[in-house]
């Protein structure tokens, strides 16, 4: 550790708290490169992420925040107040529109009915997030996963951004790919299930059979891996209806690994095998398309990794 008088530059401007006027548009942190004369890759992502950053008086750490003619960033002495730890949910991208995160399996989307009022929630932490900045700042429900569900997911930061968002989801989405690890051996290595969804008095999903007979689903697979128990597919939905997947994988007779309301017998990865691995979109206020993949689970694949006749 250095003590005593800091003469590397980078550091003696963060301590000077120097502006700098954006004027086209350009992600943050190739900015700071571009502007902090001397400090190198590793010493500016220090400053970033120390909080001493921030853009038109609001403090960021996002290194892909999109800058836009007009904005000044300013790099300071003084660091805001610590982020809160995140529980269950990593941050994959954030501007000042959107936060795109990464949620793990086990944590709701947003509170229900059911849960408890002090039940910490992905919703409930990113607000508490975006309000370090500002106590005014908040977050708007775009879309949700199930509480079981891990993946991709996005909220908005504004209610216009939010309408703006589900109004033109069809057309804004681009790709919506899931891996699902399924019960028994799926012999047709790619099919399209299509089906008419409705709500039970007991709020379970179910596939009418009568046409037009509720919500129309359609959801796309093919075969990843498969032995004689399990099969891992790569799902993509046309359409986002609630309990989608898990509905239509019942239907064919593969129902999701550890989905037991939708007759599932095995929970032999400890959780529900469903992840939301890709969400592509066309950004609400730049229009650029903007894609965020992440990695299948580890335990979606062990199933496959462990010798035959071992319980996993």
């Known amino acids: ?18 502006s700098y006027p954006v004027t086209e548009p350009m992600e943050l942190l190739p900015f700071l490169l571009q502007n902090i004369s001397g400090a190198g890759r590793n010493v500016v992502k ?13 403090s960021t750490t996002a290194y892909n925040y999109q800058l836009q003619p ?8 003084d660091r805001p107040q610590e982020k809160l730890p995140l529980e269950g949910l990593a941050i994959l991208f954030e501007d000042e529109h959107i936060i795109v995160i990464k949620k793990e399996s086990g944590l709701l989307s947003i509170s229900s009915d059911s849960a408890p009022e002090n039940e ?7 607000t508490a997030h975006v309000r370090l900045e500002n106590s005014k700042n908040r977050i708007f429900v775009v879309h949700r996963l199930d509480r079981d569900t891990s993946g991709v997911m996005m909220f ?22 899931y891996v ?30 009568y046409p037009n007979d509720g919500l129309h689903a359609v959801t796309h697979y093919k ?6 128990s ?12 609630k309990n989608q997947i898990r509905v239509h994988m019942e239907d064919i007779g593969h129902p999701v690994v550890g989905d037991k309301k939708y007759g599932a017998k095995s929970r032999t990865i400890g959780r529900l095998g469903l992840h939301a691995r890709v969400l592509a979109f066309t950004h609400p206020v730049t229009g650029k398309l903007v894609r965020f993949e992440t990695d299948i689970p580890k335990l979606f694949l062990r199933p496959f990794h462990a010798a035959e006749g071992v319980e996993n």
């Open 223 to 228: 075969v990843l891996r498969s032995n004689k």
């Open 46 to 58: 220090s400053i970033l992420a120390h909080g001493q950053v921030s853009v038109s008086g609001k």
């Open 1 to 18: 550790m250095q003590r005593g008088k800091k003469r590397r530059a980078p550091q003696t401007q963060a301590d000077k708290s120097k």
């Open 180 to 209: 699902a690890l399924v019960e028994g051996a799926v012999k047709k290595e790619k099919g399209t299930i299509s089906s008419w969804l409705k709500e039970s008095k007991t709020l379970k999903m179910y596939s009418s059979s």
């Open 230 to 241: 399990f099969s891992l597919l790569e799902v993509q939905l046309e359409t986002g209806r």
């Open 70 to 77: 007009g904005q000044t960033v300013t790099v300071g002495k």
């Open 156 to 177: 908005a930061k504004s209610e216009a951004v939010q309408q703006q968002l589900q109004n033109s989801w069809q057309d804004t989405v681009q790709e919506r790919i």
């Open 120 to 126: 910490v929630t992905a919703y409930r932490q990113l």
